[in-house]
């Protein structure tokens, strides 16, 4: 145990040690920078399973185990900046996800990146890409926490850009850097508002750490100007860096662009990765998240005790409230306990509904609302989409908006199980997806694409998995497990039953759209053909990605199934794809009791409790009828060639142009953001040559003038007077010379001379 | 350390080695080249054995010189340093070579050319060590000269409107503060900054300034607002703190590159220097007084001038704004640690917190804005002088480690944790945010567009389809690098572990926070 809490730092260290090297290798090193990456990301992922499995079966005095380890970082004088790493369930299971995933994606890249002269350089990106992760995912301060994330920031941005000389990369590259940066800034004021509040930024450090009692009842007892509660503006700021980071509305702009990247790129992005930490983040300091002035909490409390079924969890509640360590997880854990107290107060229910929506902090509220809004604006724009890459990248968007839809209603274990199964689907997908790319010839639109079926078999079984666990088909596939209990949670949330609504709505187009590709890329037949010549050769040309099989196959343009290299990792995300769901069913709710530190065991009664399993009936309906109404529409074959609208578009053309150009959101910011911070730096410019600089000019032209007339002054007023003083002196001077034997002429001569000399010595500079 | 005057020898090493240089003939540019850089090498070695024998357990004053001088006017020879006028004497000493280093392919009159960066260099030390303003004021005024002539001999086609501007801008600034300490010796009767800090704080100052000047119908607190403006006005135009700057983007972009190095590398550093040694200890309550128009001078500069280098064409304008833009957090971390307060330890702790800040963006800037003006040097060697932000485009694919150097060099100047930049700026805001907190909220706004500027850079110097132009371009060469590593290693060094600098000016921090209150 000691062994692992020390070591961790090895994790992301030794992937940053193989960037590192990596940075200084040489271009054809390619077989030893893979070798290298992959070998890094192989002992940590190692050491990464060892500390999960220290993990199981330990339990806390706070209801979840946690091993930290802190050093000083800044030593000024008493007061120190430090910094940490910790180990507690859901680090390790982050750990656990992002090496193994990241691992197979490397891997991957092998394959895919084989024919591309810039190898060794996308390895080491990769490598630091996932160092920065994984050193945010163990970081034990909010400080190293930022110092990662903005390493992940960095590191997507040359990641994204990765084909430089594509102008589109470029700027998609300089987007995405951009738009989380604007994130980051109000992630950066709320953490040095909760430095100033608590003075530290450990998480937790004995009691002393800034998601700790003392801290946060230091937090929630201050009050801002605007009568917020410093924890809620706080938590709200360090939101914005996870909107930024995750893709959530009004922030989502730059990760569909992020496509320009390679494919592995964009799994790592959108799976294991970046898009990752800001929900990882707002996990992570839920505790703040959920913080609220005790006076509420009071008032809560007596309300609660009013409900005999609700004083139940009372005495942890109250702990939550002031919030406490890790525990309020525990003490309101998944929604099957919230159903237990719903269901068994049913009497009660409209009277618990209102004093548990007080109960809500008004940064989860948020959170829950960004997400749900979210999960549904990017579901629409998914469904008229014609890039294969970027389908995936809005499902992710809408994916993300329901784990922070899950964070906000159902509590830290709900939203990470989501997330961690997304990973593994959403990396499946991708690699599918660059799979079909790397098949086609560097071919991204579906409509272009068709038949891949008989082509490409083991990508179709996979990628088919894939889809079923995203659009959450019943019981096989993991994403049904993850989303239903999103779905369960938001059901239950007190606040408002819209985000359930809201989220049913994006579960039906989540089926549909996947339907959809599935249809287009999969089914009918192949569409490449026509004008593939001019198209396949701009397309690869363009991308770089210069297969040499591509060379072999000009003749026939045929898609081809990938590589072993690259299939073998996308049959083994298949695999977890399916597995995965069973660590969550509310019959044995595995995970949730892992991160809270729970023990509720095996039992199949739980699923007829409450409303476990109507909302799992609905669910499952909702995605059947999404499945069913995009089969009506597009199977056997959407369209006979590329060229042909798509049935929807058919239908109601006005609607599929909106959805298809984003809801012109990006049109919009292009407008209003983007025009005025240039025409802010335009006037600044303006203010700084022409207004300012003018000033000073006149100013200066005044003071010459000003010299000039007292030049005149000088040589006509002054001089005159000076030129008889000075011959009043000559002549005394002469007498003094006749006294003193010519001495002073000597003198004098000497000074002329030196004053020649520096006379001349300046014209000389100056003359120039 | 056993008596020698270890830094007067270091100010003197570079005024010999300009005078040796004045004597060479015009013709031997090699041996010039040879001597500038063993000259400047040879005070960075000494700079060096200052930094390894300085006691840093001690924010005290160390190897003190002081000799009596012209007694009656209250003027001594005093130069000693603490952990600030040290971190001050180090930068110079680094940036001196690398500016000479960069000025390598300069043809023209070239003894004079590096006899006066030595100059330069000997006005910079002497600024950094003097204590007493009579010889202080002399080296702050020596360093002017030469750079005057820098730009006017060596610069660009409009060279000379921006030395006369640069000229009198800094000489206005350089009048203004010459008459208030006329007046401080005039009421007090010394020049020593100490003493006049001493006489500050124990309220004899504003009393002195009562009784000399009573005749004049204004209070002692009139009297030192407009002495504490006076003064302020000559660091501001050296700093530059908006509305005082419009001399620097036509002064850096005409400079020789050579000299823009020294410029704002070690220059610029005097006049914030001069904010924490010399206005903060003697004129705290005008300060505290004036704070808030000063902070949003602080706002603006940041904010302003991130705007305006967006708007740049010409890639040494947009660097001269982003220097502007990065001097501003180091006002906005002064002003921050000038607020009056009382003496509880969060207090001391913030402030101390905001002034390491200080310091550490202080060194930071000047390493990295010097490392980026060092690669435009090399883009212009490669390009006949083109600098244009337009000019070039896909670099990368024919300058893979010009493009990655410089690239570590512009995230550094984005404070990018990891490197340098990211250190001093998160403890500036640090304990500005708890002093000054909507000035710092405000002042992150320079963050973001600071972040969009230099990316821009990026995307249109180094990335897209390759000019053709320039295919033929070179990549670094091996004594390139050379220029460039030293400083690239210590952006990573301090980034990683600012503790090695932490170390040494953290007592002196705390000597001059708790002599605040």
Not at chain 2, 479 to 505: D, H, K, W
Request: net charge neutral; with cysteine.
């Amino acid at each position: 145990m000691n062994w692992t809490i020390n070591n961790l730092w090895l994790v992301p260290g030794l992937p940053l040690l193989a960037a590192g090297i990596l940075a200084i290798t040489r271009q054809p090193y390619r077989r030893f920078s893979a070798f290298l990456a992959i070998g890094s990301m192989a002992i940590a992922f190692l050491i990464s399973a060892v500390a999960f499995v220290s993990t199981l079966g330990q339990s806390g005095p706070a209801g979840v185990w946690r091993a930290v380890k802190n050093f000083a970082w800044l030593q000024m004088g008493p007061s120190t900046v430090s910094l940490g790493w910790m180990l507690d369930p859901l680090t390790a299971v982050m750990l656990v996800m992002v090496t193994f995933v990241g691992m197979l994606i490397f891997i991957y890249s092998i394959g895919y990146m084989a024919d591309d002269p810039n190898a060794t350089r996308f390895f080491c990106f990769l490598a630091l890409f996932a160092a920065a992760m994984l050193g945010l995912v163990i970081s034990n301060s909010l400080l190293l926490l930022f110092i990662c994330w903005e390493l992940v920031g960095v590191a997507s941005y040359l990641l994204i850009g990765f084909w430089y000389q594509k102008p589109s990369a470029a700027a998609a590259a300089k987007k995405a850097f951009i738009t989380t940066r604007i994130g980051d800034i109000g992630f950066l004021l709320g953490m040095l508002w909760l430095y100033s509040e608590t003075g530290t930024l450990l998480f937790y450090d004995n009691g002393n750490g800034c998601l700790e009692q003392s801290a946060l009842a230091k937090v929630v007892a201050q009050t801002t100007g605007v009568g917020m509660v410093a924890a809620t503006a706080i938590s709200l700021l360090i939101f914005c860096g996870a909107i930024g980071k995750s893709g959530q509305v009004p922030l989502h702009v730059w990760l569909p662009d992020a496509m320009e990247g390679p494919t592995p790129v964009s799994a790592l992005i959108h799976a294991a990765t970046m898009v990752a930490a800001g929900v990882f983040l707002v996990a992570r300091v839920y505790p703040l998240m959920e913080a609220q002035p005790p006076v509420a909490a009071a008032s809560v409390r007596a309300a609660e005790t009013l409900s005999p079924a609700l004083s139940l969890s009372e005495r942890e509640r109250e702990k939550t409230i002031l919030a406490a360590g890790h525990q309020e997880v525990a003490a309101k854990p998944m929604p099957h306990a919230a159903t237990e107290i719903k269901g068994a107060g049913s009497g009660k229910e409209a009277h618990g509904d209102q004093t548990s929506a007080t109960s809500i902090s008004t940064a989860l509220k948020v959170v829950t609302w960004i997400g749900t809004i979210t999960a549904v604006f990017a579901a629409c724009i998914a469904v008229a989409q014609t890039d294969i890459k970027r389908i995936l990248a809005y499902s992710t968007v809408s994916q993300l908006g329901f784990m922070m839809m899950g964070l906000g209603a159902g509590g830290v274990a709900v939203g990470m199980f989501h997330l961690i199964t997304h990973a593994f689907f959403k990396a499946l997908l991708f690699l599918g997806a660059g799979s079909v790319i790397h098949g086609c010839g560097g071919e991204q639109d579906i409509r272009r694409m068709g038949g891949l079926k008989q082509f490409m078999p083991v990508t179709f079984a996979t990628y088919a998995i894939g889809m079923m666990a995203l659009a959450g088909v019943p019981l096989f596939f993991s994403g049904f497990w993850s989303k239903d209990e999103i779905l369960h949670a938001a059901s239950a949330w007190p606040a408002s039953r819209w985000p359930f609504y809201l989220g049913l709505f994006g579960a039906l187009l989540t089926a549909f759209y996947m339907t959809r590709q599935m249809c287009y890329v999969f089914g009918g037949g192949y569409r490449g053909q026509q004008n593939a010549d001019a198209h396949t050769t701009a397309h690869s040309h363009t991308n770089k990605v210069s297969h040499s099989h591509h060379a072999a196959h000009a003749g026939s343009h045929e898609p081809h199934e990938s590589p072993r290299v690259m299939t073998v990792p996308l049959r083994v995300l298949a695999a977890f794809a399916i597995l995965l769901g069973f660590f969550g069913t509310p019959a044995w709710p595995w995970f949730h009791d892992y991160l809270t530190g729970h023990h509720s065991g095996f039992s199949v009664g739980r699923l007829f409790e409450g409303h476990t399993l109507l909302t799992m009936l609905i669910s499952s309906v909702i995605v059947f009828f999404g499945i069913a109404v995009a089969l009506l529409f597009y199977a056997p074959e959407p369209v006979r060639s590329p060229d042909e609208s798509d049935p929807v578009e058919s239908l109601r053309p006005g609607l599929y142009a909106v959805l298809r150009d984003k809801f012109y959101i990006d049109e919009l910011y292009q407008i209003s953001v983007i025009r005025l911070n240039a025409w802010f730096a335009w006037l600044c410019n303006w203010f700084d040559r022409r207004l300012w600089e003018g000033v000073v000019q006149a100013a200066s032209h005044l003071v010459i003038g000003f010299a000039w007339l007292s030049r005149l002054f000088d040589e006509l007023v002054i001089n005159l007077g000076f030129d008889q003083g000075c011959r009043r002196i000559r002549k005394g001077g002469q007498t003094m010379a006749g006294l003193q034997k010519g001495q002073v002429q000597q003198y004098l001569s000497v000074i002329g001379i030196a004053l020649t000399v520096l006379l001349l010595l300046l014209t000389w500079g100056f003359g120039r | 350390m056993n008596g020698f005057p270890w830094i007067t020898a270091l100010t003197l090493t570079p005024l010999i080695g300009a005078i040796l240089l004045c004597g060479l003939e015009p013709h031997q540019n090699r041996l010039a080249r040879g001597f500038a850089l063993a000259f400047s090498l040879v005070s960075l070695g000494l700079a060096g054995i200052l930094w390894a024998n300085f006691d840093s357990s001690l924010g005290s004053l160390q190897f003190a010189e002081r000799w009596s001088w012209v007694p009656t006017l209250g003027v001594e020879y005093f130069v000693a340093v603490d952990g600030l006028g040290l971190l001050m004497v180090m930068l110079s000493t680094i940036i001196v070579p690398m500016a000479i280093l960069a000025s390598w392919r300069i043809e023209e009159r070239v003894p004079i050319y590096f006899a006066l960066v030595l100059f330069l260099e000997a006005g910079l030390l002497g600024t950094f060590t003097a204590l007493n303003f009579f010889h202080w004021f002399i080296y702050w005024e020596l360093s002017l000269v030469p750079a005057f002539f820098l730009i006017k001999l060596w610069g660009g086609p409009n060279r000379s409107s921006a030395a006369i501007q640069f000229f009198v801008y800094t000489m206005v600034g350089s009048v203004a503060m010459l008459l208030a300490f006329l007046a401080l010796a005039y009421a007090t009767g010394t020049f020593d900054f100490g003493r006049l800090a001493e006489l500050a704080r124990s309220g004899e100052l504003a009393s002195a300034l009562t009784a000399k000047f009573a005749g004049f119908g204004l209070s002692a607190q009139q009297w030192s607002l407009i002495l504490f403006v006076s003064v302020f006005l000559g660091f501001a135009v050296k700093l530059p703190v908006i509305p005082f700057h419009t001399w620097l983007p036509s002064t850096y972009s005409e400079a020789p590159t050579g000299t823009t190095i020294l410029l704002t590398g070690a220059m610029s550093k005097m006049g914030a220097y001069g904010l924490v040694r010399i206005l903060m200890p003697i004129f705290p309550e005008p300060m505290g007084l004036l704070l808030t128009p000063l902070l949003w001078l602080a706002v603006v500069t940041v904010v302003f001038s991130a705007c305006a280098a967006f708007a740049q064409r010409d890639l040494k304008r947009i660097l001269a704004y982003s220097s502007i833009n990065h001097l501003g957090y180091c006002v906005l971390g002064v002003l921050a640690a000038a607020r009056l307060t009382d003496n509880q330890p969060y207090w001391i702790a913030e402030k101390a917190a905001a002034l390491n800040g200080v310091f550490l963006q202080m060194f930071n800037h000047g390493l990295t804005a010097s490392a980026l003006f060092c690669f435009v040097s090399f883009l212009e060697g490669r390009s006949s002088g083109l600098r244009g932000i337009d000019d070039f485009g896909g670099l990368r694919k024919v300058a893979p480690v010009f493009c990655g150097l410089m690239g570590i060099s512009v995230f550094a100047s984005m404070g990018l944790p990891g490197l340098n930049g990211f250190v001093g700026e998160f403890l500036i805001l640090k304990g500005a945010f708890s002093l000054a907190g909507w000035a710092t909220a405000l002042a992150t706004i320079g963050l973001l567009v600071t972040a969009v500027f230099l990316l821009t850079l990026l995307q249109r110097v180094f990335n897209g389809p390759l000019n053709e132009r320039w295919s033929k371009f070179k990549d670094l060469s091996v004594s390139e690098r050379i220029i460039v590593l030293p400083a690239t290693i210590l952006m990573f060094a301090i980034g990683i572990c600012p503790q090695i600098i932490i170390e040494t000016i953290n007592p002196t921090v705390l000597r001059i926070v708790s002599q605040l209150n």
